[in-house]
């Protein structure tokens, strides 16, 4: 009884420590799975806990048992040739102490196992085809997305495993040996005290002949199986050749098919061989056959590397173009398929510049859409705008399309969150942070093509509560969930929310959502201890009915419910006009590495991508739904076998989501970067990079930079309505005229169709960078921007865009004055417009564009015409200004280089009164 209740309280205190050191564990785990409950997610959240079990608990089973009978085995088998009689009571504690060396082996590579393998098993067993073979092997690319990656971490446990085994093998005799001393009886069994006191130590009779020859068996079993496991890897190193970076690309190579290959093939067979020759060699005792093996494989892998370098120097090399054609072909095939581009549909875009005022009436949708605001300086009048409140911030601008007052307008929109940061230090007390302020309010929305007479944003939807002049309804404006929400809030206490401010009072709120968790009975206690907050215990005012929620920032949201997925960096705010409730959307990606033949980007091990995933949360439930767009993508597909509760098929999306879906700018720089070498199909033109492409450069603000992937809308030549589109121009490599644009459309069923338009190679189509340079060189233009810059001011320059309208290219792009001081706004005073050669700087498109084509209105007029634009004397007056201004700032820098500062001085006031007059004829204008 006393062992039994010694063992008993040893378990006990196992068990007691064990609670302990997983408490936080165990607390997260309760309050994860209430979490994930609660979003509907329970199957999800308990897939990986189940796989884990399933395949930890048999796999812990075999091998303890495993392990344990082979330690067993050995014992009896040295009791056996040793002629002991073991004593029962050592036996036991012998055998307890077999039997917890087994545990922790087995447990060990078990919780490998199932730990760090269970989502490799998952897709491993509910892989789906890609129906594309490699051309080496001949395989489906399954098998190396999704079954590969799994078999070499198997082959790696395997192999630490029989490494373990060896150990302990060896091991365990020398601790036999210790405490079990073979008795003197039989005929081989040595004298103990004699071998001792003998001044030559004979490893021979340390052991009996019989008892040597088991051991060297079972080393030399293990050692066999070894060699097995290595001629397995080879065999799988052989299909990592479709991954080398020997040759000029990404893939086998020449030298990998004709030589590394074989070797791979020749070192399998070899360690086959190698694996017998060890078994006998040891078993033998001939230590020249046992120790073959290990050096057969190391010389064939040193005269494989030797046959490969002079392969790749004295056949490849020079000629490389006819030896590695082939695999030019492949890494081209497989990298276009890889990134999304074999479907890329290629129309050739004449540029013929004959376009007519009548042209752009009949385009009318597009002009009106051009836009002359930027982002950037959107969100600074944004925040001075509309902040309302210093704990008010606007995160970012998206950019979107909406039908307003049955128009396809363009737009810019920020959500207006609660920064609880810029709370005053005094108001940052716990209720106030947790119970008070919850949510921010409403949003601003404002046409990209507009501005007000102070150069600033139009905003259509402004205020607190919001208000409009349009058909754009909202009807929830709080924001509970967004991208600054970072810290968990209780609702439903007896501490009403504050709602908004309301003049020199607060607007108070009750959450009337479906979000949180309720603290009632012990889920105050686990989430007090989760949060480390005694508040959430002990505080009056949460009662009964009040709720946590949790995980309220997006992007920290849906990495906790689906961390397989790569989201988007840039989350965007969506009205849905059925409803008047705001939503963000997050694009979803999945990634490989594993791709064959396919290029990584840039410095990343990434080669396969797809925008699979549309993540839509409400602003005001937070309730996160994955909406499956690339129904083709074999990687989503297997991801929805495994999370059966987790994904809806895109036809599930409310209509009036569906309508702002965006391709993701993440996606297509990816694409766009690839595209510059990957659109070249010929083999010969590719590995000499004749027809190398780059992305345009253009200044903006006042750096140069490569051009953005801009979301803009006009009508495609070949389309009769105008789209929401996303592109990026393309230039020869080191030079600026442009030769293609590359778009992607977003709208409905043309959602995600890619078309590249190439301009013709015998005409100079300027890129942006050209055109940059012609405003600098205008005789009229760059002196005006020159003097705007020179005093009190910064001159300011928005994304140059390129906009074809019928078979014509028109390129526009804002000016924007900005004050020195730090806290003035950017705004819009001139817009450029360039076309054919000529170029113009006007203070909006309308007067651009009337002196170009003659008289267009881009305004609110139904009939799209206004009066003639009377812009001759303003011309002149400004060029008069602007000449005089010019010949005075030469005089100064005149006077200033000759030393006389008193004439300097002179000029410099006249040049500043030159410069107020310039101002105020522009305000006229």
């Known amino acids: 009884m006393k062992g039994k209740g010694k063992y008993f309280m040893i378990v006990a205190i196992l068990i007691i420590i064990f609670v302990i050191s997983s408490f936080s564990g165990i607390i997260n785990f309760i309050t994860d799975y209430k979490w994930f409950s609660e979003l509907g997610y329970t199957k999800t959240f308990l897939t990986k806990l189940r796989t884990q079990l399933m395949i930890g608990i048999p796999s812990f089973l075999i091998i303890f048992f495993l392990t344990l009978f082979y330690l067993i085995a050995i014992k009896k088998k040295y009791y056996k040739d040793s002629y002991i009689i073991p004593e029962k009571k050592g036996e ?74 060896a150990i302990v093998t060896v091991a365990f005799y020398a601790l036999l040996f210790v405490i079990r001393r073979p008795n003197k009886e039989g005929s081989n069994v040595f004298d103990f005290e004699e071998l001792t006191n003998k001044k030559e130590f004979d490893i021979n009779k340390l052991f009996n002949k019989k008892l040597l020859n088991k051991i060297l068996t079972q080393v030399a079993i293990i050692g066999f199986l070894v060699f097995i ?137 597009t002009i009106k859409n051009i836009r002359i605001n930027d982002y950037r300086p959107t969100k600074q009048v944004y925040y001075q705008l509309q902040g309302i409140r210093q704990y008010y911030t606007f995160n970012d601008i998206d950019v979107d399309r909406y039908n307003i007052n049955d128009k396809y307008t363009q737009v810019f929109l920020s959500a207006r969150e609660l920064d609880k940061t810029r709370l005053d230090e005094q108001a940052k007390n716990w209720i106030n942070l947790h119970l008070k302020y919850t949510h921010g309010y409403g949003l601003a929305l404002s046409p990209v093509n507009s501005v007000t007479e102070e150069g600033q944003p139009e905003l259509l939807v402004k205020n607190i509560p919001p208000t409009t002049d349009t058909n754009l309804k909202i009807n929830r404006p709080e924001i509970y969930f967004g991208e600054m929400t970072n810290d968990f809030v209780v609702v439903n206490t007896d501490e009403k929310e504050f709602d908004y401010p309301q003049g020199s009072n607060n607007k108070s709120t009750i959450y009337e959502g479906s979000a949180g968790i309720e603290l009632d009975g012990l889920n105050k206690l686990l989430f007090a201890i989760k949060q480390r907050d005694l508040k959430l215990l002990i505080s009056g005012n949460i009662n009964s009915d009040s709720r946590i929620v949790l995980y309220r920032n997006i992007k920290e949201r849906v990495r906790k419910i689906a961390p397989f997925i790569d989201y988007s960096g840039d989350p965007y705010l969506v009205l849905n006009q059925q409803n008047g409730k705001l939503y963000w959307i997050m694009d979803g990606f999945t990634l490989s590495s594993k791709y064959p033949y396919s290029e990584p980007y840039k410095d990343t091990s990434i080669n396969y991508i797809r925008n699979s995933v549309k993540v839509v949360i409400d602003a005001y439930n ?5 909406y499956v767009f690339d129904e083709k993508d074999p990687i989503v597909s297997t991801y929805s076998k495994i999370f059966s509760d987790l994904f809806k098929t895109k036809d599930q999306m ?96 043309n959602y995600g169709n890619l078309v590249l338009y190439k301009f013709p190679k015998n005409k100079n189509i300027p890129g942006p960078m050209l055109i940059e340079s012609q405003i600098d060189q205008d005789s009229e233009i760059s002196p005006q921007l020159s003097l705007w810059d020179q005093k009190g001011s910064n001159v300011l320059r928005g994304n140059l865009l390129v906009i074809p309208i019928q078979n014509s290219l028109l390129y526009v792009e804002p000016i924007y004055l900005k004050a020195s001081n730090e806290n003035s706004l950017p705004q819009v005073k001139r817009v450029i417009v360039s076309y054919n050669d000529k170029i113009v700087m006007e203070k909006n498109l309308d007067t651009a564009l009337s002196k170009l084509f003659g008289t267009v209105d881009t305004g609110k007029d139904d009939d799209g015409i206004v009066d003639e634009v009377d812009t001759d004397k303003i011309e002149g007056d400004i060029k008069d200004i602007i000449d005089k201004a010019n010949d005075l700032f030469n005089k100064a820098k005149e006077a200033s280089q000759e030393g006389n500062w008193a004439e300097y001085g002179n000029y410099i006031e006249q040049l500043e009164k030159a410069l107020n007059q310039l101002n105020n004829v522009s305000n006229e204008e």
């Open 92 to 165: 036991k504690r012998l055998n307890v102490i077999l039997g917890i060396v087994s545990a922790f082996i087995s447990f060990f590579i078990s919780t490998s196992f199932a730990g760090n393998l269970w989502f490799k098993i998952l897709q491993f067993t509910n892989s789906t085809d890609f129906n594309v073979k490699d051309p080496i092997f001949n395989n489906d690319l399954s098998l190396y997305i999704f079954k590969l990656p799994l078999l070499k971490e198997v082959i790696s446990l395997i192999l630490l495993l029989l490494f373990i085994f």
């Open 229 to 365: 496991i290595i001629a397995v890897n080879n065999i799988f190193n052989s299909y990592e050749l479709l991954y080398s970076t020997r040759g000029k690309v990404h893939g086998a190579s020449y030298t990998d098919i004709h030589v590394t290959l074989w070797v791979y093939r020749i070192m399998a067979v070899a360690a086959v061989v190698s694996g017998i020759g060890f078994l006998v060699g040891v078993l033998k005792k001939n230590k020249k056959l046992a120790l073959f093996g290990p050096i057969l494989l190391i010389a064939i892998s040193i005269l494989g590397n030797i046959g490969a370098s002079i392969v790749e120097n004295y056949i490849v090399k020079p000629d490389q173009i006819s030896k590695e054609e082939k695999y030019l072909k492949h890494n081209i095939e497989f990298t276009q398929r890889a990134y999304g581009l074999k479907d890329v549909t290629i129309r050739d875009f004449p540029v013929n510049q004959d376009l007519t005022k009548e042209d752009l009436l009949e385009n009318e949708e």
């Open 622 to 626: 937070g309730d996160a739904n994955y």
């Open 654 to 749: 409310p209509e009036g989501l569906k309508n702002h879906v965006r391709y993701p700018t993440e996606l297509f720089n990816i694409q766009s970067d690839i595209y510059r070498a990957y659109h070249m199909d010929n083999p010969e033109v590719f590995f000499s990079r004749e027809d190398y492409w780059t992305i345009a450069n253009e200044k903006y603000m006042e750096e140069t930079q490569k051009v953005e992937p801009n979301y803009v809308m006009f009508k495609l030549p070949e389309e009769e309505k105008a789209e929401f589109l996303l592109t990026i121009p393309y230039t020869p490599d080191g030079k600026d005229n442009m030769t293609a644009l590359f778009v992607a459309r977003n709208d409905k069923e």
